[in-house]
């Protein structure tokens, strides 16, 4: 894969499959896929049936929500690393949380992900959740 297909390949991971539309996840993680993320079990997001169930955990609690990225990507010997950022509405349902549903909120977080020749098959991530729990209401600000 080369460092602009790569580039392709993760703008489509968050405008296709971030932003709901998990069909393509097939076309865009290999089948052994793993996630490396803290405080997530990653047995449990395996491959592209993982990868959907990750993306459905993250978007429950918004109406809307719509990730972009925000720098990069940056490609270099088999890896990617990009900045993102989401905007969306708050529907509820965060433990905690005193923010009206409705309350529009606005947070970064940043992918890094190794590729073979077609497909992502490692990913760590992360997002700035002292941003968002503070949007909620569960942070003094």
Not at 14 to 39: C, K, P, Q, R, Y
Not at 52 to 71: D, E, H, Q, Y
Not at 75 to 89: H, M, T, Y
Not at 99 to 112: S, Y
């Amino acid at each position: 894969m080369t460092k602009d297909d790569a580039k392709r390949l993760y703008q489509r991971l968050l405008t296709e499959v971030w932003n709901g539309d998990g069909a393509s996840a097939e076309s865009i993680v290999a089948a052994d896929f793993t996630l490396h993320t803290a405080g997530i079990a990653s047995a449990q997001f395996k491959g592209p049936d993982g990868l959907r169930r990750l993306v459905a955990n993250a978007r429950a609690p918004f109406s809307t929500i719509t990730f972009f990225v925000a720098l990069g990507p940056v490609v270099q010997d088999g890896l990617l690393a990009a900045l993102w950022s989401a905007q969306g509405i708050y529907a509820g349902g965060v433990p905690g949380s005193t923010a009206p549903v409705g309350t529009p909120v606005k947070f970064n977080g940043h992918d890094f992900l190794r590729f073979d020749k077609s497909r992502f098959v490692e990913y760590w991530g992360g997002a700035d959740d002292a941003e968002l729990m503070s949007q909620l209401g569960m942070f003094p600000r």
